[in-house]
């Protein structure tokens, strides 16, 4: 059964960076698309960012140009590098596949400080 590790959260202040990673045990190299996620409270988890394993990749319009998703495929990792943050990136997140097949990990609190 594959697990989902997320790290790499914290309190940054509004235009830092941070670089989230998130870790697959078991073996997952049959799935194609890796993706972040995110949720803040009362509302429904968004979709951030997609790769797939071409290195295709996807983000939602509120964090292009700003966020850039990479994965190392014989790590089993996938990493979400993000600059410029602000506060309305604040949120709890989480990797899965896309779609979501895996059971959700514990995610990564990321706060943005004005």
């Known amino acids: 059964q594959v697990q989902l590790v997320e790290s790499g959260g914290g309190l940054v202040q509004a235009g830092g960076s941070l670089r989230l990673s998130c870790a697959a045990s078991?073996?997952?190299?049959?799935?194609?698309?890796r993706a972040w996620y995110r949720q803040t409270p009362g509302k429904q988890r968004e979709l951030v960012a997609a790769?797939?394993?071409?290195?295709?990749?996807n983000y939602a319009d509120s964090v292009k140009g700003r966020f850039t998703i990479s994965r190392d495929n014989a790590k089993n990792t996938v990493y979400l590098q993000m600059n410029s943050l602000k506060p309305e990136d604040t949120a709890v997140y989480y990797c899965?596949?896309?779609?979501?097949?895996?059971?959700w990990g514990q995610g990564t609190q990321v706060t943005v400080s004005s």
């Open positions: 790769i797939a394993r071409s290195g295709s990749t």
């Open positions: 899965n596949t896309l779609p979501n097949t895996i059971a």
């Open positions: 078991g073996s997952i190299f049959s799935i194609n698309v």
